[in-house]
């Protein structure tokens, strides 16, 4: 399900607990695996489970808890924009619209070719350099005009 490379990720991080306590990991397991298959399907949060030897259902709770993770299919670049209240006075609201406008899309949508994921974030902690944009939960943008929003779109197709 996941491959020797990622598993031997989620064990280093399994090492960081007590044997007793290896479910602990479960954020950084779930953190691997997306990166690997892009989503959480779920038959890779059961395996995920069965690996860290916890229930299924333990598993999803965070999984679905958490925004970092995405339980749907999603593009091939989730693009995050904090719209939170400071971000929205910094231009945010604005740049929401360019983006849903260029992509064609809206929030919790993907675009037909598959390649970007629109998603509406909450505070990112980075209101000084509104408005940002997180590139598939790695990479933050900040200072996002709409001239730097059409360049990441071009960078990344």
Known sequence: MLSAESLKKIDREIA???PE????????????????KGWLSSETMEYVAQYLGMPPVA???VASF???FTIEPVGRYTL????CLPC???GALHAADHLREKLGIDFNETTPDGRFTLKEGECMGACAMAPVVLVNNKKMR???SNEKLDRLL???K
Do not use: N
Request: proline share 3%; hydrophobic share 35%.
């Open 16 to 18: 960081k607990y007590p």
């Open 21 to 36: 306590r290896k479910q602990s990991a479960v954020i950084s397991a779930l953190a691997i695996a997306q990166d690997e």
């Open 59 to 61: 598993v999803y709770e």
């Open 66 to 68: 958490y925004t970092m």
């Open 80 to 83: 995050t924009l904090c719209t």
């Open 88 to 90: 929205g006075f910094q």
């Open 142 to 144: 900040d200072y996002m």
């Open 154 to 156: 071009e960078e990344l």
